[in-house]
């Protein structure tokens, strides 16, 4: 899964993030960085590359922020439903 | 009759291949070395050291960009996973054997290349599923099948350098006379994009023109090996 972001600091923020959660999860991690962001072929866009053990929870909140406001909702009941 | 005396507590180092010790070899990564590998507990890679201690050492420091080390070997994402060695003087004549699978095939990724981007290039041009080298101009070969095991030996030595899969005949050909100066695996030598989808049990690279003899040594110890 890939996170995709406006401005490269949002992404490079998000990475940050991302090092500093396998630093405290991962045992043995050995990265001096989670990633460098890459730009999209359009070069508009910051991508950043998910861990495949990065917590679920986190990865949904990524999904709920590209959606609509309209369906931000139903959504959010839906996560409400299979996480609790 | 041998004194007690005499004996020693010295115990020699043997090697039990020629490409060991005879200071062509410069840089052997083997996938069952656990000792030379560094990974986290999901077996992502930061480190694959030369198994000859030359210092030549494949290295990793961005989490995403880190392979992992798999049961059957050195799976590559195709996604963003490379290694790179820092820069070290490494000219022609260069002659790389490598274990390998490709995965999948997209048009420019590279299985290895030199420091800087096409300075000696292993990667998929043409059509599925070709392989071609290119130092500066290049030899075309397409006989190894997507997900299949194979042993791939490239020689970079200007006219004539060579590509070969498996005890297949070599094309031989012209791969040009750039210098690799060093060894990225995964992508080109800029390693920013054509990063390869593959997997690699064991390569060995080397700075010697190896003699056909020399060179099937290399090819059955690595057969042998690995059961191909």
Known sequence: MRAIFKTEKAAVDFSDKIHNWLLKNRKGYNAERWSIPSKSKNGNKWIVKLPEDYPISEKLVIYENLLSTRIKSLYKKLIQKFTH | ?228
Do not use: C
């Open chain 2, 1 to 228: 009759m041998i004194k007690q005396s005499e004996f020693s507590n010295i115990v020699s180092a043997t090697t039990k291949y020629f490409f060991e010790a005879d200071g062509e070899t410069v840089g052997w990564y083997d996938s069952t070395a656990l000792s030379t590998i560094t990974k986290d507990a999901s077996n992502f890679v930061s480190r694959w050291n030369d198994k000859l201690g030359s210092g030549h050492d494949l290295l990793q420091a961005s989490g995403t960009n880190q392979p992992e080390l798999r049961a059957d070997g050195m799976f590559f994402d195709g996604i963003d996973n490379f290694f790179k060695t820092a820069p070290f003087a490494y000219e022609q004549p260069e002659y790389v054997y490598l274990v390998m699978k490709q995965i999948t095939w997209s048009s420019l990724d590279a299985i290895f290349d030199g420091n800087t981007s096409t300075s000696g290039v292993l990667w998929q041009t043409g059509s599925s599923p070709n392989l071609s080298t290119f130092a500066g101009a290049g030899v075309n070969n397409n006989q190894l099948a997507l997900d299949t095991w194979g042993i791939v030996r490239v020689l970079f030595n200007g006219i004539p350098s060579l590509l070969q899969i498996n005890a297949n005949a070599p094309v031989t050909g012209n791969s040009g006379t750039s210098d690799m100066g060093g060894i990225t695996m995964g992508s080109r030598g800029q390693a920013d994009t054509r990063y390869a989808h593959m997997m690699v049990k064991e390569a060995i690279f080397r700075k010697a023109a190896d003699s056909e003899a020399n060179s099937n040594k290399i090819y059955n110890y690595l057969k042998s090996k690995y059961s191909l």
